[in-house]
């Protein structure tokens, strides 16, 4: 008696719906198609048909490498580099700073006119914008 209430029960186990097996177009609706994560090139118009938007379609822009040197490869064993990260203090060392000691130098520095040696006052049109406006609180 024991026996066949333990098999009962695992069949009903066995008979529902699979919740762990893979999403699949045999297990999901009519309108389920899986794909690889492409992104649609157009549009499906009124009477069924697929109407390409040469918008959507992806333009690949490949450099011309022809004599180039470096192999698209790295080996996992490579050494790693010896550069240290670049400081912010560095980089206008490394840029900026020649200009200005020059232009100071030669009496033609004028802090009001800093954007010569890149200085942006506004970040306005700008992709990532600097403090304050996105600056975490």
């Not at 098999?7 to 699979?18: F, I, K, N, Q, T």
């Not at 549009?43 to 490949?62: H, I």
Request: hydrophobic share 35%.
């Amino acid at each position: 008696m024991g026996m066949g209430l333990l098999s009962a029960a695992a069949r009903c186990v066995v008979r529902g719906a699979d919740r762990m097996s893979k999403w699949t177009s045999k297990r999901g609706p009519r309108t389920f198609h899986k794909g690889r994560g492409a992104k649609g090139t157009g549009v499906r118009a009124r009477d069924g048909k697929f109407v390409v938007v040469q918008e959507m379609v992806p333009e690949l822009v490949v450099p011309e490498l022809t004599g180039f040197k470096l192999k698209p490869y790295v080996n996992y064993r490579a050494p790693a580099g010896t550069d240290t990260p670049l400081t912010a203090e560095q980089l206008f060392r490394e840029t900026a700073a020649p200009a200005i000691e020059q232009d100071f130098r030669d009496g033609t520095f004028d802090p009001e006119r800093l954007e010569k040696y890149g200085f942006e006052p506004t970040q306005e049109g700008k992709l990532f914008q600097l403090y304050p406006k996105n600056f975490p609180r």
